[in-house]
């Protein structure tokens, strides 16, 4: 599961706003609004929430579980590859 914490940190690194997460991920602003307020894990329907984590990944963004191996250890949000980063020259 991910936290609502990781979701707006996932948004930040993207800099986008909730509407266009909205729209890339194919739910309702209202979704993703309630998916943020949520206090913890993200709650919500299962098939919005799977929506939600692929839109961010098509873009690059690596949402990691207590249960992922970082060097650091933790949830967390990053980018998936260096070359993803916003205003990387081609």
């Keep these: 599961m991910i936290t609502a914490s ?14 266009t997460l909205a729209e890339m991920a194919s739910v309702s602003l209202p979704t993703i609004q309630r998916m943020e307020a949520s206090q913890g894990n993200v709650r919500g329907v299962v098939d919005s929430l799977m929506k939600v984590i692929n839109a961010l990944n098509r873009a690059g963004v690596e949402l990691l579980s207590e249960h992922v191996r970082s060097n650091d250890g933790g949830r967390g949000v990053r980018f998936r590859h260096p070359d993803t980063l916003p205003g990387k020259p081609d």
């Design 6 to 19: 990781q979701l707006r940190a996932a948004r930040a690194l993207l800099d986008i706003d909730q509407k």
